[in-house]
């Protein structure tokens, strides 16, 4: 299973469009994953399904809905591209990463770097889960196609 860190970057995009093409030339499942950190007022114990009554309104949508959007808008774009597994879960984004690593063999992610200096310039979530993963990391460059 190749699973996909997907923030909304462009760098995200571009590291699910990787996955997905590799995917298609080898079979493997993939498996898209949006951390996110609730804020005040997004969700309310009151309200059906416990998400809270606006969260359609810009700025307010729901992570797994914008995970969806993503994963529909680059799957349209990769020839035979595999189903995905749409994953959203309330944390911190290396964190989840790293310990569904635990069930991948593969984890994709994208970065907004073009530096050389990998450790300066990769960002942390990217290198958290470089230094912590339990398998092999694929780092998709911007502009990667």
């Not at 079979?27 to 994953?33: L, N, Q, S, T, Y």
């Not at 309200?47 to 349209?76: K, N």
């Not at 990769?78 to 911190?92: F, H, L, M, S």
């Not at 310990?99 to 300066?120: I, K, M």
């Amino acid at each position: 299973m190749i699973l996909v860190g997907v923030d909304g970057s462009p760098a995200s995009r571009e590291a699910l469009r990787w996955a997905l093409t590799h995917a298609a030339r080898t079979g493997d499942r993939v498996e898209a994953m949006m951390a996110w950190r609730r804020e005040p007022g997004f969700v309310a114990a009151n309200s059906p399904g416990g998400v809270h009554p606006h969260a359609d309104i810009p700025g307010h949508r729901h992570p797994a809905r914008v995970l969806h959007g993503i994963v529909e808008e680059v799957r349209a774009t990769v020839p035979d591209a595999p189903r995905v597994a749409e994953v959203t879960i309330v944390g911190d984004a290396a964190t989840t990463l790293t310990q569904a690593s635990r069930q991948a063999d593969l984890l994709v992610v994208g970065t907004n770097s073009r530096g050389r200096d990998a450790e300066a310039v990769l960002g942390s979530v990217t290198e958290d889960c470089l230094r912590h993963a339990s398998c092999p990391v694929v780092v998709v460059p911007p502009n990667a196609r």
